[in-house]
């Protein structure tokens, strides 16, 4: 499984444009990028899944470059409701080696 | 409603008590897992189940125990539990094909004393 390297926090302002980075040099032909939300105690929430180029949904937009090295999570016009740790996750998931592993995450702030 | 539920949301407990924390969904999922959420060392994950009575090891297995009897079941026993095992438990699932998202329960806080 590909080892993912994000930024411990990052702080911004509602009503900017939030993107984290997420680094996975190690990426493998058959796996795909997930990111995950989640608030203080509570399990993560899904938030948006990409193989390659962009994809966008609802909530946010990911940015995946042709080499897939690396991925951008961007979140639009943040609010203060945004604040969370975001998770970036690599790999095909369901192959032999199932141990989805999940990092230390970035710790997004946002203020008013 | 689709989800992932656990039981009990909080557990207080003595060392060596022997104790279940009960995994459900209702989504027909192949796939389940467990992990623990410790602060510093964020989501670990426990066991995991591809299906029905198909369980393996992830990072963290000492001291737990996880059955797969039924698609929708997967608790999680903790036969002699200790005080590091004190933590935020939380069960997922998801589909077994392709690379469909985890949904995951609101969580079990355990406290070991």
């Known amino acids: 499984l590909a080892k993912t390297t994000q930024p411990i926090s990052m702080d911004s302002y509602e009503g900017q444009e939030v993107n984290i980075t997420c680094s996975h040099n190690n990426i493998a032909t058959n796996d795909y990028i997930t990111w995950y939300q989640q608030f203080p105690s509570q399990g993560p929430r899904f938030i948006i899944q990409?193989?390659?180029t962009k994809v966008t949904n609802e909530v946010a937009s990911l940015f995946i470059p042709a080499d897939r090295k690396s991925s951008t999570l961007s979140l639009p016009r943040v609010s203060l409701s945004d604040t969370a740790v975001y998770y970036c996750?690599?790999?095909?998931?369901?192959?032999?080696?199932?141990?989805?592993?999940f990092g230390s995450g970035t710790r997004l702030s946002i203020r008013p | 409603e689709a989800q992932v539920t656990q039981n009990p949301r909080y557990l207080i407990t003595v060392t060596g008590k022997k104790l279940t924390v009960t995994c459900s969904q209702n989504?027909?999922?192949?796939?389940m897992s467990w992990y623990r959420q410790d602060p510093g060392l964020g989501l670990r994950q426990i066991y995991y189940s591809m299906n029905v009575e198909v369980t393996d090891k992830g990072d963290v297995p000492e001291g737990y125990k996880v059955s797969r009897k039924e698609k929708r079941n997967f608790p999680l026993i903790l036969e002699s539990p200790s005080p590091n095992q004190t933590s935020l438990y939380f069960c997922a699932s998801s589909f077994g094909q392709g690379n469909p998202p985890l949904h995951f329960g609101n969580g079990t806080r355990l406290t070991v004393t």
């Open positions: 990409g193989y390659k």
């Open positions: 996750l690599v790999g095909d998931g369901y192959s032999s080696a199932s141990k989805i592993i």
């Open positions: 989504m027909n999922h192949e796939y």
